[in-house]
């Protein structure tokens, strides 16, 4: 049993310090997740929406799992419901987000902002965060081959976005 999931159990039995240490021991793994799935202008609002809904949810660990991949899928349905409203508000304000031209400043944030949302979760858990594909399918809740056709079709579309900036770039 993982450190996490220990102070998970015992806040399930009321332990409220249990719940804070599971905070400070998986906060920075929710943190760089939510950045790189969410919007990163409010980081900060999808973790504490995470927690928030892990000590709604806390009733419903039964323990038969990683503490870390329940609170991660948590995080997921953050972020996915975070994306669906920025692009309603996005929509309703016809505004764009400006892109940077300039190959030299390609930065990997806005070209996995070109992912579809189920691609980029798998590209950012294998690529970015290091967890097996069998981990990611856990959190995605799909199966393994799926998680790994997402990476390998992230890749090649990243891979294709990286050589359109810097053709343009250049010309």
């Known amino acids: 049993m993982t450190e996490p999931t220990y102070e998970l159990v015992a806040a399930q039995d009321g332990n409220a310090a249990a719940f804070d240490r599971f905070v400070r021991l998986t906060i920075d793994d ?61 929509r309703t304000e016809l505004t764009r987000r400006p892109r ?10 806005l070209l996995l902002d070109e992912l579809p949302e189920e691609q980029r979760q798998a590209f950012v858990l294998t690529q970015l965060m290091g967890y097996r594909y069998e981990e990611t399918a856990a959190i995605a809740g799909c199966p393994v081959g799926t998680i790994r056709s997402r990476v390998a079709r992230a890749r090649t579309q990243l891979a294709g976005l990286a050589t359109i900036d810097t053709t343009r770039a250049a010309g």
């Open 30 to 90: 929710v943190t760089r997740y939510c950045h790189y799935l969410g919007d990163r202008d409010h980081v900060d609002d999808l973790v504490q929406d995470t927690y928030l809904g892990a000590l709604r949810s806390l009733h419903t660990y039964r323990g038969d799992s990683d503490a870390l991949r329940w609170l991660l899928t948590i995080a997921r349905r953050s972020c996915a419901d975070s994306i669906r409203h920025l692009e309603r508000t996005r």
């Open 100 to 109: 940077r031209d300039d190959a030299a400043n390609v930065d990997l944030e």
